[in-house]
């Protein structure tokens, strides 16, 4: 009934930037908190930044001052915008947000199906 669809990833050189965006679609009553995570080959999936629906958001040490997050409440969408990358930052990058289909029930977790950034060096 909800889905997360993230796109924007791509391959790209070391220095370069990517721009990524997720747009929650089906029931939606309200979204909370958002967010991207990513997960390197051998490694578990861990957080990169989130965002709440008031505009409060919170980086991995390992990427603050290179990406920045955002969102646009009207059309459900996140954004992650990632700049100076690193073949570190290479792995598949996972939307993330809680979401109310209806103003009766609690949040539910959702996740999407990822989306592939390769960075050369």
């Known amino acids: 009934q909800v889905q997360l669809v993230e796109s924007g990833g791509g391959l790209v050189q070391a220095g370069g930037s990517l721009r990524l965006s997720c747009v929650a679609s089906?029931?939606?009553?309200?979204?909370?908190?958002m967010g991207w995570y990513r997960q390197a080959p051998g490694k578990q999936r861990e957080l990169v930044a989130t965002i709440t629906n008031q505009g409060s958001t919170n980086y991995a040490d390992s990427v603050k001052g290179r990406f920045t997050i955002s969102r646009d409440n009207a059309k459900n969408t996140v954004y992650l915008q990632m700049n100076s990358l690193k073949p570190e930052d290479t792995a598949i990058y996972y939307c993330?947000?809680?979401?109310?289909?209806?103003?009766?029930?609690?949040?539910?977790?959702?996740w999407g199906q990822g989306t592939q950034v390769t960075v050369s060096s």
């Open positions: 089906g029931r939606i009553f309200s979204i909370n908190a």
């Open positions: 993330n947000a809680d979401i109310q289909y209806t103003a009766l029930r609690v949040p539910i977790n959702y």
